[in-house]
């Protein structure tokens, strides 16, 4: 089904996203958001890869959008340490309020020979099972000399087809490519076959042979081997392909108290540097920040680095979904001869009745990507995320963002997450947000409040000399609102003045249960997210949101 192949309910009667499991309409949600009425009737799906560079008008403004909730990390039987099947997580999905989700399964011989085509006829038949559910099939591909990534296609052909020559010529386990450590013989050309890989990639999308392909990094700082200079390298080879980051990881049950013990750390960051682990990180990049990744988390820290390039680098958040906390299922029984390198799926799982072990949520339960949409389809959430319009949050803080940047003496809608607004020096311009605070309990029984709204703001400097740099000193918080107490649908008006360079601008907020100094001091952040204590990590009590960039480009500087 293609965007202008809309069934009867995309606009503008019943949108797909409008019904959750229990039938309660988010339309309602929507439209005290001003994001739904013309947003799937606009003429064009597609939204530039990069906006206009060189000599433009000033201002800038972008259509009205929807939000689409998704997930694009989450694993089945066809991955070969998970245990759910298609079904089991595509129910899941739908009962927490996802529009669209990708299966992500781990690489393998046995996934690559016979897994991904079993898993594109499960596919196939899931789309057609659940048709309000957009389901995209992806691979979470092993990155030479570093961690993982998730690529995924859009429904086509050879979507599956493209995935199993990419792992077969580019994942770095099964080409036995996985050496990063510093100075190691085989260092070099295994980052140099990564930045390859993304240009294979890349290449295939510019021939036609697939419709569209989108890499993330997954857990960048897990393990500390994705170096400042590979996640710039990926990025370069290929930025419309590789286009960000999860903020946060899945694994956000990890650390419940009294669940899987004393160390335990949220999304499983419970790892010291090793040989294969970059340098320059400090110890304490290993950790997370109220759930999200040091990398993100950090104010003036290496995403923001990279933005302060110039360049879009996205943020998401997703479920990572293996192992669900509390759930009762454990993989089932292997046949006599059958593993999983000669089947490519293990067992459908039997239920025990009694927990069994684990550290994720059910995609959608607590982590959420939300990106805005002109239509709806595969193609435009792909466009989406690539535009950047993405907001994340953890525990349902958030039923509604929307963010613009205007020139006070322009009319319209402005730029959002994502764009660029063109200005003068000195320009009065302002910065809208638009909240819609959460109208109901989160799946663990919770209203949550959101109590202050952070303002993000960081020059703009260009490309950096030291591609292993990951600090952006000119990055702070510059303004804090204190929004407890407020419910329904507000919006902040927060003045902006235009100064002698380019500049960003991002936002974050919490429940304001947890939070302290942030990592590189008061002075930059005075109540940022802080490691919890091991093994007492409830995330139900320290939820976060986190926005993508605007950019504001001063003209002629």
């Known amino acids: 089904m293609t965007e202008q192949q809309l069934p009867s309910w995309a606009d503008p009667s019943v949108h797909p996203a409008d019904l959750d499991a229990q039938g309660v309409s988010r339309r309602g949600l929507l439209r005290r958001a001003g994001l739904f009425g013309a947003a799937f009737a606009l003429g064009s799906a597609a939204t530039p890869a990069f906006a206009a560079s060189g000599k433009r008008g000033l201002g800038g403004e972008d259509p009205r959008l929807a939000y689409l ?3 694009h990390h989450v694993h089945s039987v066809y991955s070969h340490d998970a245990k759910y099947t298609f079904s089991q997580q595509a129910q899941a999905a739908a009962r927490y309020g996802l529009d669209w989700m990708v299966f992500n399964e781990h690489s393998n011989f046995g996934h690559a020979y016979y897994g991904a085509k ?14 309000r559910q957009l389901i995209f099939q992806g691979l979470e591909w092993y990155i030479p000399a570093a961690e993982h990534c998730t690529v995924f296609a859009a429904p086509g052909p050879h979507e599956t087809d493209l995935l199993t020559r990419f792992e077969l010529a580019y ?13 190691a013989a085989d260092t070099a050309r295994n980052e140099a076959h990564a930045v390859k890989a993304i240009k294979w990639l890349a290449e295939q999308r510019r021939s036609g042979y697939v419709d569209d392909v989108l890499v993330l990094a997954n857990h960048p700082l897990r393990l500390g081997i994705d170096s400042p200079h590979e996640m710039r390298g990926w990025r370069d080879a290929a930025p419309e392909i590789m286009i960000g980051m999860e903020g946060a990881p899945g694994a956000q049950g990890a650390a419940i108290p009294g669940w899987r013990g004393t160390t335990s750390i949220r999304g499983e960051y419970e790892n010291k540097p090793s040989a294969q682990s970059w340098p320059g990180y400090p110890a304490d990049a290993y950790l997370t920040y109220g759930g999200f990744d040091w990398a993100t988390a950090t104010v003036g820290g290496l995403w923001d680095s990279m933005l302060a390039e110039g360049s879009l680098f996205s943020i998401t958040t997703n479920s990572d979904n293996h192992r669900t906390v509390f759930d009762t299922w454990k993989n089932g029984d292997w046949p006599a001869g059958q593993n999983f390198d000669n089947t490519g799926k293990l067992p459908d799982p039997v239920n025990t ?12 339960q607590f982590s959420r990507t939300h990106v805005g949409v002109t239509r709806y389809g595969y193609r435009s959430v792909m466009a989406g995320l690539r535009a950047g319009r993405v907001w994340v949050d953890h525990g349902h803080l958030l039923d509604g963002l929307d963010v613009r940047v205007k020139r006070d003496c322009d009319p319209g809608r402005g730029v959002t997450l994502g764009g660029r607004l063109r200005v003068r020096k000195g320009e009065k311009i302002t910065l809208y947000v638009t909240v819609t605070s959460a109208s109901r309990a989160n799946p663990q029984g919770i209203l949550p409040e959101l109590a202050h709204l952070d303002v993000i703001r960081g020059a703009v400097r260009g490309p950096v000399s030291d591609r292993d740099g990951w600090k952006a000193p000119d990055t702070k918080v510059v303004q804090t609102k204190d929004v407890s107490g407020r419910r329904g649908t507000y919006t902040l008006r927060i003045p902006l003045t235009a100064g002698d360079e380019s500049f960003y601008v991002r936002l974050r907020g919490s429940d304001g249960n947890r939070h302290g100094t942030g990592y590189l001091g008061a002075s ?3 109540h940022g997210p802080i490691p919890h204590e091991p093994g007492n990590g409830d995330p139900w009590a320290d939820t976060w949101f986190y926005s993508n960039p605007v950019f504001v480009d001063i003209a002629g500087s």
């Open 171 to 183: 994942d770095g386990k099964l080409l036995n490519y996985t050496e990063g450590s510093a100075g």
């Open 69 to 71: 909730v998704g997930d």
């Open 353 to 364: 009745d009694t927990p069994q072990p684990g550290s994720d949520f059910w995609p959608g």
């Open 524 to 526: 930059v952040d005075p």
């Open 118 to 131: 079993l898993e594109h006829a499960e596919i196939v038949r899931a789309r057609a099972e659940n048709p």
